[in-house]
Antibody, heavy 119, light 112 residues
């Protein structure tokens, strides 16, 4: 069974950097999947952040371009999210997820982790 | 960006009754291969989203057959033939035809 588990600080100061890691089990980060980040601000809808393929190809949401970085750590079978210059608007539950290549659907999600931006 | 709209935001339904959840896109989601690039997810209270329907009308593995998806182009519907108590939660539609992928604001299904 595929499992994804987010980890990272739950509190980040304004103008700081949000850093999260997603540990993958039951699948290899080298397999043909798009490894994805999605977030959900409190009481709001879901927002797609971006995704990365094992080849290194990355696509980001243009609304976050310039602040966001997604990367892979193949040695640890995990992938990461960094978001710079955060504000209160970046407070959200952050989910990591898997989208198999050519399947056009996210089929597995992590449980999500709440990150609050506050001083 | 493709804008996804899901009216209404809340949908109260009695157990055993059918439910219909709407999703509209600002651009066509019909790919040249004939598939509609529209997925449905259910987010139960306190949980992460789970895949219900993919490519417009295909049920994901393990999803009860009381769930079905229909529609094409810009108008889509998720139908629950007989609502059960365990179906409560927020239903999200998501377009995957072009990046940035976008979601509707969600429809919250409540039991009367």
């Amino acid at each position: 069974q595929v499992r994804l588990q987010e980890s990272g600080p739950g509190l980040v100061k304004p103008s700081g950097t949000l850093s999260l890691t997603c540990a993958v089990s039951g699948d290899s980060i080298n397999n043909n999947n798009w490894w994805t980040w999605v977030r959900q601000p409190p009481e709001k809808g879901l927002e797609w952040i971006g995704e990365i393929f094992p080849s290194g190809r990355i696509t980001y949401n243009p609304s976050l371009t310039g602040r966001v970085t997604i990367s892979l750590d193949k040695s640890k079978n995990q992938f990461s999210l960094k978001l710079n210059s955060v504000t209160a608007a970046d407070t959200a539950v952050y989910y990591c997820a898997r989208k198999p290549y050519a399947s056009n659907r996210i089929d597995f999600w992590g449980q999500g982790t709440l990150v609050t931006v506050s001083s | 960006d493709i804008v996804m709209t899901q009216p209404p935001l809340s949908l109260p339904v009695s157990p055993g009754e059918p439910a219909s959840i709407s999703c509209r896109s600002s651009q066509s989601l019909l790919h040249s291969n004939g598939y509609n690039y529209l997925n449905w997810y259910l987010q139960k209270p306190g949980q992460s989203p789970q895949l219900l329907i993919y490519l417009g009308s295909n049920r994901a593995s393990g999803v009860p057959d009381r769930f079905s998806g229909s529609g094409s182009g810009t108008d889509f519907t998720l139908i629950i033939s007989r609502v059960e108590a365990e179906d409560v939660g927020i239903y999200h539609c998501m377009q995957v035809i072009q990046t940035p992928f976008t979601f509707g604001q969600g429809t919250k299904l409540e039991i009367k």
